[in-house]
């Protein structure tokens, strides 16, 4: 039974940081990606960042968080982490944890098969 569990949200202060953690079961990270999306009141869900762990790790992020948040991920652990530094007021969503892209489009959502159940972040101005 595959699930993700997502947790690490909370209120910062703009320039702020917060580390996300996606805790899994039911599966293992090879073969798949495994990302980070967020979703703002009113708007579209957006693909924040992923990563893929076999053949050596590759990642994606969106231009929106480049060179601020960094993706990890704890392979024996089987849990995924989001290290958010420098954080804005636009980056304050729900964020999700999502799993299952095979490699094509993984940063839309409609590509994962799985997802966690949200954790949110607030950053005041």
């Known amino acids: 039974d595959v699930q993700l569990q997502a947790s690490g949200g909370g209120l910062v202060q703009t320039g702020g940081s917060l580390r996300l953690s996606c805790a899994a079961s039911?599966?293992?990270?090879?073969?798949?990606?495994i990302g980070w999306f967020r979703q703002a009141p009113g708007k579209e869900r957006e693909g924040v960042s992923y990563?893929?762990?076999?053949?050596?790790?590759?990642?994606y992020y969106a231009d929106s968080v480049k060179g601020r948040f960094t993706i990890s991920s704890d392979n024996a652990k089987n849990t995924l982490y989001l290290q958010m530094q420098s954080l804005r007021p636009e980056d304050s969503a729900v964020y999700y944890c999502?799993?299952?892209?095979?490699?094509?489009?993984?940063?839309?959502?409609?590509?994962?098969?799985?997802w966690g159940q949200g954790t949110l972040v607030t950053v005041s101005s």
């Open positions: 990563i893929f762990t076999s053949g050596g790790s590759s990642t």
């Open positions: 999502a799993w299952g892209c095979s490699g094509y489009l993984c940063s839309e959502g409609t590509t994962y098969e799985y």
């Open positions: 039911g599966f293992t990270f090879d073969d798949y990606a």
